[in-house]
């Protein structure tokens, strides 16, 4: 089958309108329409429905567009592992970084990176895992670092462990609380400020506060940038939730100071690195990502001293 007809059947999948996947594939109305024709006539089956005035996949269709998103895309990754191979280059790369990493891993990769490679090019997308998530399938970039444990199972996505990074709740040196021994509940009637969570983290502390079951609390602020949280952790009394990593010049200054919280259980934020499978990284995604795993060592290293 042409991939190339293939691909006008998932511009249509997507776009479910003739011109607009007409003009997202660079043909005519009437053109793209001859090549859905053929498709279905090819295969002797109607792959989709126009009756209603929308253009829906019918379910020989879905079971045809499924495949042929699969087919497609080990056709670019054969391409691009060719061209790899035939090059024998390094070439740029586009990869992402959750809230954490992003302050605790990055600061070293990068400057690594810029040092070994000044010739290459990099993209570092900063985002919560969710976000990443969307952009990695979207092929958009090849690998992202960040908690892993909302993820969810998919065969298409393959994930390598690198190790916990421990986490407290810290406050600024004045705080009412600082120096003192305290319950979560005291702690959370300051307003608690934290990246994206996991659910299983929320869950926690829905117990801790003696909520309803399957009810999560609400934060005071959710934030992908670390660096506003430690900011707003300077200037006011909120507590916030993070990796020791991401604070540890604070801490070691005096700036901000760990909060001794006698019912929480320990807390971490669970690092991996996530890529597709069944396609090959490109040089430089295989050197970030061994560059990401020894930084991550490193700091495994300290946290357990």
């Known amino acids: 089958m042409d991939l190339k007809r293939l691909g006008h059947l998932l511009a249509l999948a997507d776009e479910r309108h003739f011109a607009h996947a007409a003009e997202r594939v660079h043909l005519s109305q009437p053109a793209f329409s001859r090549s ?7 295969l002797g089956l109607r792959l989709f429905d126009r009756e209603t005035g929308d253009v829906r996949p019918t379910p020989a269709g879905l079971f045809v567009i499924e495949r042929a998103r699969r087919l497609l895309f080990d056709a670019r990754s054969l391409q691009r592992d060719l061209a790899l191979y035939r090059d024998s280059q390094l070439g740029d790369t586009a990869f992402g970084a959750g809230p954490v990493p992003a302050t605790t891993i990055m600061p070293r990769v990068l400057p690594a990176l810029r040092q070994q490679h000044p010739g290459v090019g990099l993209r570092v997308e900063i985002s919560n895992w969710q976000l990443l998530y969307e952009r990695l399938l979207a092929e958009d970039i090849e690998f992202f670092v960040a908690d892993v444990r909302d993820l969810p199972a998919d065969p298409r996505v393959g994930i390598l ?8 709740l810290f406050v600024r040196a004045e705080h009412p609380l600082a120096g003192r021994r305290c319950s979560f509940k005291q702690a959370w009637a300051y307003g608690m400020a934290a990246n994206k969570l996991p659910l299983q983290v929320k869950a926690l502390m ?3 506060l003696g909520l309803p079951r399957g009810t ?9 940038d670390t660096v506003l949280l430690r900011a707003l952790a300077h200037a006011t009394d909120t507590v916030i939730a993070t990796s020791d990593a991401a604070l540890r010049d604070d801490v070691q200054t005096g700036l901000l100071v760990q ?9 971490y934020v669970e690092m991996g690195i996530v890529a597709l499978v069944n396609r090959s990284p490109s040089p430089m995604a295989m050197r970030a990502m061994d560059c990401v795993q020894e930084v991550a060592r490193s700091l495994n290293v300290q946290a357990s001293h």
């Open 36 to 42: 859905i024709q053929s498709i279905e006539r090819d």
């Open 161 to 168: 462990s690198i190790g916990r990074q421990p986490g407290h």
């Open 206 to 208: 829905g117990q801790l």
């Open 216 to 224: 999560n609390p609400v934060l005071a602020l959710e934030c992908d």
């Open 259 to 267: 909060l001794d919280i006698e019912d929480l259980p320990d807390a």
